[in-house]
């Protein structure tokens, strides 16, 4: 069976563009959640979504956006990039909220 | 809010040997998760172990256990027998238990790398 797949796998941008990112969670899986991962440092909560709904968002700015589409993929939307937003984020996608996430490999950005 | 630390940057053991990670955790709930997850340098986050608050047991995977202190709030692994391919890092995680459908993000510590000397 696949796995939780995200794509691109690097990406980079210059300061103030906006980036969207994809994610695909695993067959049946209807629950995804976005982290962000600086160098250096554990992941950080960005979002949950279960059944195209929001059920969580962390300490992020309003720049950051999300969105699960009728097949439970996912995108993460970021606008007006900073440095700051350079990370790895990851996704991890699980039967429902409760149940164990299972990650992506992640997506890398840069912004210069 | 939840906090987790992780106050071995880094660890190094001999191959075959044991070694243990060690975290602890701030919390004023009385009914969470606790995860152990492994991130080799390829980047994918696997989880290694799980342990629920509520079971005094602590969980074991084949070479993997934990020592789960709920009054203490630590929560420590232990990697026995260990091998070239547990080199990675890894990150403790809490994550509460969730009602109505809520949300259940995981809260993570910084990690520590684990070094393994062949």
């Known amino acids: 069976d696949a796995g939780v797949t995200q794509s691109p796998t690097h990406l980079i941008k210059t300061r103030g563009q906006q980036v969207t990112l994809r994610c695909s969670p695993i067959?049946?899986?209807?629950?995804v959640s976005w982290y962000q991962q600086v160098l250096g440092q554990g992941p950080q909560f960005i979002f949950q979504y279960y059944e195209k709904e929001e059920r969580g968002r962390g300490n992020f700015p309003d720049r950051f956006s999300a969105r699960q589409f009728p097949n439970y993929s996912s995108e993460l939307n970021v606008n007006a990039l900073l440095l700051g937003d350079s990370a790895l984020y990851l996704c991890?996608?699980?039967?429902?909220?409760?149940?164990?996430?299972?990650f992506g490999p992640g997506t890398r950005l840069t912004v210069t | 809010a939840q906090t987790v630390t992780q106050s071995q940057p880094e660890m190094s053991v001999q191959e075959a040997e044991t070694v243990t990670l060690s975290c602890t955790y701030d919390?004023?709930?009385?009914?969470?998760?606790l995860f152990w997850y492994k991130q080799p340098p390829s980047r994918q986050m696997i989880l290694v172990i799980r342990q629920e608050a509520y079971k005094q047991q602590n969980a074991t995977e084949n070479r993997f256990s934990v020592n789960f202190q709920k009054a203490a709030k630590s929560f420590s692994l232990k990697i026995s027998d260990s091998q070239l391919g547990d080199a990675a890092m890894y990150f403790c995680a809490y994550r509460s238990e969730i009602s109505g459908g809520g949300a259940d993000g995981l809260t993570f510590g910084k990690g520590t790398h684990l070094i393994i000397q062949p």
């Open positions: 919390t004023s709930e009385s009914d969470y998760y």
């Open positions: 067959s049946g899986h209807k629950s």
């Open positions: 991890a996608s699980s039967v429902r909220t409760g149940y164990e996430q299972y």
